[in-house]
């Protein structure tokens, strides 16, 4: 029998009476259950006390450290001094060898003034010859020069006499015309006699004319003589001039070396023809070293020659380290790269097996150089700071509880940095667990130790 609407209106409301029943049931329930939970959380919490909030921190003791300031810079080994020799003279090069007999090539010590190389000598030994000759001939021009001078000389001193005499006589001629002209003016003396003093006093005059002609000419083959000996003492001087020449030329076909060292380069072989500017051998200077490095100018206030120390490694020398002082700063800068050359000197070491020396030049060299040194300065770790903001903080433990000290910071060296305020020596700090830290944080200290080494 089919429901009337009235019916279905009931069953709708008894239908949703039921559901609002039972959601209140359960909902009251699940309320029930969460704060039984939480009284049973409140009750356990009340039994175990007030729960303890101090942060698990490590501390050490702020020490001393000493700090440097050190740069690296990268250079390579080169020889204190190279030479590529070459001959003075043209020529064949007839040998290079040692004096026993030793082939010159790479890898030979030569002395300084030791004997290298030969060239053929023969063509020089010959213009030796012709300049002796030259020179004996030019000597024996000057010989014959000074001779005729004193011949000369003696020629005009016979010329002076002779010119005195003839001078004497005309003087006593004069007197003695005088004398008649005066005689036969009183009618003393006849004319005849007058006329004969005349023609002797004329006589006379001749002579001394021609004496003191004698004279002159002396005068000029002197001065000609003396010109032939400035001639020949010309000649003479630029025969010697020769004679040296030829000599040095025939000494420079003996090829020595010219310093102290060790060859790096032949260039030439035995019968090669050479010329004043083609290389033998090249020889270095290695038994002492030099690395030079670009340092930047604004650091060249703390570089100072025979100061300054560093520490130099190159892969010649596996796990060594060898202990230099700055030698010299070169005198420019470079205007590109602003950096000046710093020059240092390291005694060269020989291999025992092999007897060569062990830094060879274009070795590649790594140079530490030590600024700065500061002693006995106030560090710490370099990760102990903690960044705030644009301070640096560090926290300082006063019993359990820590404060938050701002800190300046300065030189760091191999992971220490130093504290130039901020911290004291004594000082107990956070080492561990201040990331976690706020200023006056409880802390528990699980571990404690220094803070740095001295």
């Known amino acids: 029998m089919a429901e009337t609407p009235r019916q279905l209106k009931t069953n709708r409301l008894l239908f949703w009476l039921t559901l609002l029943l039972v959601v209140a049931i359960l909902g009251g329930a699940g309320y029930g259950a969460k704060w039984y939970s939480a009284r049973q959380q409140e009750r ?4 175990q006390g007030r729960r303890d909030d101090a942060v698990t921190v490590s501390t050490a ?6 700090l440097q300031t050190i740069l690296t810079f990268n250079g390579d080994v080169e020889a204190l001094q190279t030479v590529k020799l070459q001959p003075k003279i043209p020529g064949r090069l007839l040998k290079l060898e040692l004096e026993d007999g030793t082939p010159v090539e790479e890898g ?34 000057l010989a014959v020069a000074k001779s005729d001078l004193e011949e000369e000389k003696a020629n005009y001193a016979s010329c002076r006499a002779a010119t005195d005499n003839a001078q004497a006589n005309y ?3 004069a007197r003695e015309q005088k004398r008649m002209a005066g005689l036969v003016a009183s009618n003393a003396a006849t004319q005849q006699s007058l006329d004969q003093a005349n023609t002797a006093l004329a006589q006379a005059s001749a002579q001394l004319n021609q004496a003191t002609a004698n004279v002159q000419g002396a005068l000029a083959k ?18 010697q001039a020769g004679l040296e020449t030829a000599e040095l030329n025939l000494a420079e076909t003996r090829i020595y070396s010219p310093m102290r060292g060790v060859v790096s380069e032949k260039l030439a072989d035995p019968g090669a023809m050479l010329s004043s500017s083609t290389p033998i051998v090249t020889i270095v200077s290695i038994a002492t070293v030099k690395v030079v490095i670009a340092v930047p100018v604004n650091h060249l206030s703390r570089v100072i020659p025979g100061q300054t120390h560093a520490t130099l490694t190159t892969p010649a020398l596996p796990g060594r380290e060898i202990d230099c002082v700055v030698e010299k700063i070169y005198p420019t ?17 020989r291999d025992e097996a092999s007897g060569a020396f062990v830094l060879r030049p274009g070795v590649y060299a790594s140079v530490a150089v030590l600024l700065e040194e500061r002693r006995d300065v106030v560090a710490i770790d370099l990760s102990l700071p903690v960044r705030n903001l644009d301070r640096e903080l560090m926290f300082v433990c006063h019993g359990d509880v820590v404060e938050a000290v701002p800190v300046k910071l300065g030189t760091t060296f ?3 940095v130093e504290v130039e305020e901020g911290l004291q020596p004594g000082d107990e700090i956070v080492v561990q667990g201040q990331h976690r830290l706020t200023d006056g944080s409880r802390i528990h200290r699980v571990q404690s130790e220094a803070a740095s080494e001295k």
Do not use: C, P
């Open 44 to 47: 356990q919490k009340a039994a």
């Open 61 to 66: 003791i702020v020490t001393t450290a000493d």
């Open 108 to 141: 030979v010590v030569v002395q300084k003034g030791q004997l290298i190389g030969q060239l053929d000598d023969r063509e020089y030994v010959a213009q030796l010859d012709i300049a002796k000759a030259a020179l004996a001939a030019a000597e024996a021009a």
């Open 171 to 173: 003087d006593d001629k």
């Open 222 to 239: 002197i001065a000609s003589a003396e010109a032939d000996i400035q001639r020949a003492a010309a000649a003479f001087a630029q025969a």
């Open 333 to 349: 800068v470079d205007t590109v790269t602003r950096t000046a050359q710093v020059e240092f000197r390291v005694k060269n070491e």
């Open 414 to 416: 191999r992971g220490l």
